[in-house]
């Protein structure tokens, strides 16, 4: 480890727990390089009215198109960014494509919403509400249709910078969503004192749902609680019909997952959508009324 020392101080982030790998240090500086050569992929998994089926958004998921390496997850890489100081650079980078592709879709008269992940580090430390307000308004893209998903725990760094952060997003008129619900720690007052619009149900519960019957009192009440609060409720990782059945009956809002669509190009969308509008959407409609 300390033979990495002499590469100074600038690769590392002081904050981060260990340095990196020499194999991880290389990824390092070509995601540095990357990030200014177009080499990030955006993917888009669609989001569905649990009721109707009819697809009203979108997530978008970003992997890295290695020159060497080929399509890296970005469990890979988004860990190694958040602890070398490229996650900002990475977040705006996201986010500008996001907002460029649902702008292009509302254009062509398919308003779809469109929700970003972000790092617990992207939220401080950078002026992220003015930024998302120059993108919105460069892309004229309706800010109703930006939904930007943060996890639990990048609540309880600076939990008053990030109330103020929030407030300053919804009153632009950002959508707020908290993601992988039920596997952090944030306090059931957290879902009361912030301006959030929706809940994602984190998938390990939700691939619970055939069989647990642990899991199944979890969701059932993790959906009770959200549309109390006037929340949207999403559950995430819906793998199969028999699982969208049980939330549909549970009242949940909206469901993401296999069922629907693994996560797709974002220029293979528009077309995705057609086709599904076609067949598979009309088999859902069917398939509720029966
Ligand atoms: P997430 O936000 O919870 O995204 C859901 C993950 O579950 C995605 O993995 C998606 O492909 C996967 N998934 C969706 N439906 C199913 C299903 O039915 N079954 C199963 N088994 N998995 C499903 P992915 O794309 O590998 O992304 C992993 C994580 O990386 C995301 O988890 C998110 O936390 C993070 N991530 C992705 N893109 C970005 C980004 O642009 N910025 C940041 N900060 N994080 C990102
Ligand atoms: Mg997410
Ligand atoms: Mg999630
Ligand atoms: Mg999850």
Redesign the pocket.
Known sequence: QAKNTHRGTAVFDPAGPAPESPAQLALVGELRAGLGRDELRLYV?PKADARTGEVVGV????RWQHPRHGLI???EF?PIAERNGLINAL?AE?LDLAVTAAAGWAAAGNPVSIA????AR?LLGTDLAGEVDALLAARQLPAGLLTL?LTESSMMTDPRGVAALLAQLNGMGVRLSI??FGTGYSSLSTLRRLPLDEIKID?SFVMGLEGNADDETIVRSVVDLGLNLGLHVVA????NERIWRILRQMGCTLI????LSR?IPVGDFPGWLSHYRETRGSAALHADAA
């Open positions: 998994q997530e978008a998921l970003v997850m970005p469990d988004i977040t996201v970003v992940n972000l790092s992207s998903e993601d992988d998938r995430e990782g819906v793998e993401q997952g296999y069922y996560p």
